[in-house]
C-alpha cells in the first residue's frame, strides 16, 4: 500500500493533464528571519474539496493559509489557483476569500454591510447585492441581523457573519483559519455541521487550518499533518487515524501508542487493545504481552489505562465502561494484567512519508 | 491520584490587616477614601473656578466707579455681539483655530500613519521621542525662534531673498504658522494610537474582500480614526482658541485671549472678561456636539 506516498505533479513524464486542482502548490518555502514558517510544501487539493491543515501551534498552518490568500508572499515556490500562478498577485487580485480567526469584521459597519462589503467593491448593483447578502445571512441562520452592528452579537454570531461576508462573494476557494477557535465546545460542535453542511450546500472548495485532531478528523474530506513547517502525510481522515505515516502522525493524530519490538516500531491504537480478564484464554494469533497499570483515568464514558509493558514500553487502553463503576477502575491501579492485539491492527511507522502495514 | 492538601500558617491578625479586610468588605468605603483627594480637586479648584468665571460673566463693572456690580444681567454679551471689533476677533480666532486644526491633521496623518502601521520598532521610539522633543522646551523660547525666524531681517526673508520672494512677515499667516508647528505633536500623538489600535486583520480583510490601498483606506481606516483625530483636533483646536502670546509675539491682531487679558489687567474688567472666556468654552461645546452627531465617537 502506498496511499501516502507524495508524488511531486512538476515531475517530467507526467501523464495527460488532469483536472486542474483548485490549489496547487509547489516547492512553497517562507521564513521569518530565523524562524523557518514552512519549509517547502508540494500540495495539491481538488475542486469541491474541503481539505484541512492540521498541526500543532507554530507549524506554519496560518502562514501557508496566508501565501495561498496573498497576505505573504513565499520566498521561494509557486502557487496556483485554478491553473493560474498568482505567486505575484495581490490579495485583492485572487479568487480566494478568507474567514479569519478574529473575524476581522469591521466594527462601524453594520452587518449588511459587512456581508454586502466584497460585492460592494466589485460593482454589483444596489438591490442584488442586498439580496445575496440577505440570502448568505439566511444561510448562516442569522437573517434579519441585517441591521445590527458586530458588538451587539455573540462570539458565534460573529463567527457566522465572517463566514456569510466571505462565501457571498462565492469565491473559488474559501480560507478558514481556525475558525472556531474561539467557541466553546457546544458551539464548536454545533459549528462543525453547520460549516460542512455550507460547504456541501454552495460546493466551494474550504481549505480549513486547525489544530483540533478530532475537528479535522470528522470535516475533511482529505487532511495534510503539520509539523515543523514540513506536511508529514497527506491523506483521508481514516487513513490518518488507521495508518499514520510516521510516528509524529500517531501521536498527534490520536494517542501516541508507540512500541518497539525487535527493531521494528509500530502504532497500536488504544480502542484496539484488550485487557485479558483473570486467567482468561487470548485469540488465536492475538499478540500478548503483560504489564502494570501505571495510572487509570476515568473519563465517563469510558475509562484509559496507562500500562508498563514487561517487554520495555508503555501503552494507553482504552476501556469502555459497561458494567463497571468508577470505584471498580480505579481499584485496578497497580494490578498486573495482561494485553492482546491482533497483530494486524498494529500499523509499522518508518521515516517521514513512508510507511509499510505490519502484515 | 493522591490529592495533597497544602496547609498555611493561619495569618497574623495584625492591624493592618484588620484594615485591609474591613476595606475588602466594604468596597464603597474603599472607593470613597481612593477618589477622596482628586475629587475634592476636581470639585473645588477646576470646576469651582470655572462656576466663578461664568457668575463673574454676568456681573458689570459701575462705568464711574469701576466697581464689580454683582447684580447678574447680560449686558457684557450684549456689548460682545454689538461690537464689531469684538466680534471680528472672535472670528478670526476661531478661523485662524479651524485652519491650524486642519493643518495639523493633514500633516500628522502621514506621520502617525507610518509610526503605527509601517515603521519598525526601532524606528517608532525614535519619532515618538522627536515628535515629543520640542515639548521639553519652554513655549515662550519656541515662539520667540519663530520670530527669528519671520521677522523682517531674520532667516526666512534671507533665505528667499534671492529668489526675489518675501516671507510673510508677522499676521495672521504667521500666526497659522507658529500655532501649527506648536501643536502638532498634540495632533501625532492621540492619531498615532488611534491607529496602531486598528487590527491589522482588518486591513486585510477589506483587501481580501477585493478593496485596494486606496479603498482600504477611506472605507476602514480613515472612518476608525476618525474618533482620534477628533481627540486630536480638541487639542489643536482649544489650544489655539485660548492662546495670547503667540498673536502678541508674531502678530499685531489680537485673540479672544488678548482681549481677555486687556480686560483683566489693564482694563480692570473682570466681567467682560470673565463674558469673553466664555466665548471659548462655547465654541468647544459646539464642536465637540457636531463631531458626536458626526459619528466621530461611535466606534470608540
Ligand atoms: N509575521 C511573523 N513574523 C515572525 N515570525 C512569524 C510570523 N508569522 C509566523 N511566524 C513564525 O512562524 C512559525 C509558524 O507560525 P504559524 O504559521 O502562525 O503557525 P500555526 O498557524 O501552525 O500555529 C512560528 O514559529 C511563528 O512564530
Ligand atoms: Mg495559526
Same mark, same amino acid.
Given at each position: 500500500?502506498?496511499? %501516502? ?18 490549489? $496547487? ?40 493559509l496566508r501565501i495561498i490568500a496573498g497576505f505573504e508572499r513565499p520566498?521561494?515556490?509557486?502557487v496556483?489557483l485554478?491553473?493560474?500562478?498568482v505567486t505575484n498577485k495581490a490579495p485583492f487580485d485572487r479568487d480566494v476569500n478568507t474567514? /479569519? ?36 445571512? %439566511?444561510?448562516? $441562520? ?29 469565491p473559488?476557494v474559501?480560507l ?15 459549528? %462543525? ?48 487515524? =488507521? ?22 516500531? /509500530?502504532?497500536? $491504537? ?60 480505579? =481499584? ?15 500499523? =509499522?511507522?518508518? =521515516? ?8 | ?203 486585510e480583510?477589506?483587501g481580501d474582500l477585493g ?90
Amino acid at each position: 500500500m502506498s496511499t %501516502q506516498a507524495r508524488e511531486r505533479p512538476s515531475e517530467a513524464g507526467e501523464d495527460a493533464p488532469q483536472p486542474a486542482a483548485d490549489v $496547487r502548490l509547489e516547492g512553497v518555502r517562507k521564513s521569518f528571519g530565523d524562524v523557518v514558517a514552512v519549509d517547502g510544501v508540494d500540495l495539491e487539493i481538488d475542486q469541491g474539496e474541503f481539505f484541512s491543515l492540521l498541526g500543532p501551534s507554530g507549524s506554519g498552518k496560518t502562514t501557508l493559509l496566508r501565501i495561498i490568500a496573498g497576505f505573504e508572499r513565499p520566498d521561494d515556490g509557486t502557487v496556483w489557483l485554478a491553473d493560474v500562478d498568482v505567486t505575484n498577485k495581490a490579495p485583492f487580485d485572487r479568487d480566494v476569500n478568507t474567514v /479569519f480567526q478574529d473575524y476581522a469584521l469591521f466594527p462601524h459597519m453594520s452587518i449588511s454591510e459587512n456581508v454586502e462589503y466584497g460585492l460592494k467593491v466589485k460593482g454589483v448593483g444596489k438591490q442584488e447585492r442586498r439580496s445575496r447578502a440577505e440570502e448568505a445571512l %439566511q444561510m448562516v $441562520r442569522l437573517p434579519g441581523y441585517g441591521k445590527r452592528k458586530p458588538s451587539q452579537l455573540s462570539g458565534g454570531q460573529r463567527q457566522r457573519v465572517a463566514l456569510a461576508r466571505a462565501i457571498v462573494n462565492r469565491p473559488r476557494v474559501l480560507l478558514l483559519d481556525e475558525p472556531l477557535g474561539a467557541l466553546d465546545l457546544k458551539l464548536r460542535e454545533e459549528m %462543525q455541521i453547520e460549516l460542512k453542511r455550507i460547504q456541501q450546500e454552495v460546493g466551494i472548495t474550504f481549505v480549513y487550518v486547525t489544530h483540533d485532531q478530532e475537528e479535522a478528523l470528522t470535516m475533511s474530506d482529505r487532511l495534510a499533518v503539520f509539523n515543523n513547517g514540513l506536511i508529514e502525510q497527506i491523506a483521508a481522515p481514516a487513513d490518518v487515524y =488507521e495508518r499514520p505515516a510516521t510516528e509524529f502522525v500517531a501521536g498527534f493524530v490520536g494517542v501516541s501508542n508507540v512500541l518497539e519490538r525487535e527493531g521494528q516500531r /509500530f502504532v497500536v $491504537r488504544p480502542e484496539k487493545i484488550r485487557i485479558l480478564e483473570q486467567g482468561e484464554e487470548p485469540y488465536a494469533g492475538a499478540h500478548v504481552e503483560s504489564g502494570q497499570v501505571r495510572d487509570v483515568v476515568y473519563v465517563g464514558m469510558v475509562t484509559r489505562y496507562i500500562v508498563d509493558l514487561e517487554a520495555g514500553g508503555q501503552l494507553t487502553v482504552v476501556r469502555q465502561n459497561l458494567e463497571t463503576s468508577s470505584q471498580d477502575v480505579l =481499584e485496578a491501579r497497580g494490578a498486573q494484567v495482561r494485553l492482546e492485539w491482533r497483530p494486524e491492527q498494529t500499523y =509499522e511507522i518508518g =521515516e517521514r512519508g513512508q510507511m509499510e502495514e505490519d502484515e | 491520584m493522591a490529592s495533597v492538601t497544602y496547609t498555611q500558617p493561619p495569618p497574623r491578625r495584625s492591624p493592618g490587616r484588620r484594615f485591609a479586610a474591613f476595606l475588602y468588605r466594604h468596597p464603597r468605603v474603599q472607593l470613597s477614601l481612593l477618589l477622596a483627594t482628586p475629587l475634592g480637586w476636581l470639585v473645588i479648584a477646576y470646576l469651582g473656578s470655572l462656576a466663578v468665571l461664568f457668575l463673574a460673566a454676568f456681573w458689570r463693572l459701575d462705568p464711574f466707579t469701576a466697581d464689580i456690580v454683582k447684580d447678574p444681567g447680560l449686558q457684557n454679551f450684549q456689548t460682545l455681539l454689538d461690537n464689531p471689533v469684538y466680534r471680528e476677533i472672535t472670528i478670526r480666532t476661531v478661523k485662524i483655530a479651524a485652519a491650524v486644526t486642519i493643518t495639523d491633521a493633514i500633516l500628522a496623518f502621514p506621520i502617525a500613519y507610518y509610526m503605527a502601521r509601517v515603521a519598525t520598532p526601532r524606528v517608532r521610539n525614535l519619532l515618538v521621542v522627536l515628535i515629543l522633543m520640542p515639548l521639553w522646551s519652554s513655549y515662550l523660547v519656541k515662539v520667540y525662534a519663530w520670530r527669528v525666524i519671520l521677522q523682517e531681517d531674520g532667516i526666512l526673508n534671507w533665505a528667499l531673498g534671492p529668489f526675489g520672494l518675501h516671507g510673510p512677515g508677522f499676521g495672521e499667516i504667521a500666526m497659522w504658522l507658529v500655532f501649527s508647528y506648536l501643536w502638532l505633536p498634540y495632533m501625532i500623538l492621540p492619531l498615532y494610537a488611534g491607529l496602531e489600535r486598528i487590527p491589522d486583520s482588518l486591513l486585510e480583510a477589506s483587501g481580501d474582500l477585493g478593496a485596494r490601498a486606496g479603498r482600504t483606506f477611506r472605507t476602514i481606516v480613515l472612518p476608525l480614526a476618525l474618533p482620534a483625530v477628533v481627540a486630536g483636533s480638541i487639542f489643536t483646536f482649544s489650544l489655539t482658541l485660548g492662546d495670547f502670546i503667540t498673536p502678541n509675539l508674531v502678530s499685531s491682531v489680537q485673540f479672544i485671549g488678548n482681549v481677555v487679558y486687556a480686560n483683566v489687567g489693564v482694563a480692570n474688567n473682570l466681567p467682560l472678561a470673565a463674558a469673553f472666556a466664555t466665548v471659548p468654552v462655547l465654541i468647544m461645546i459646539a464642536y465637540l456636539l457636531l463631531a458626536k452627531r458626526l459619528g466621530a465617537f461611535e466606534s470608540l
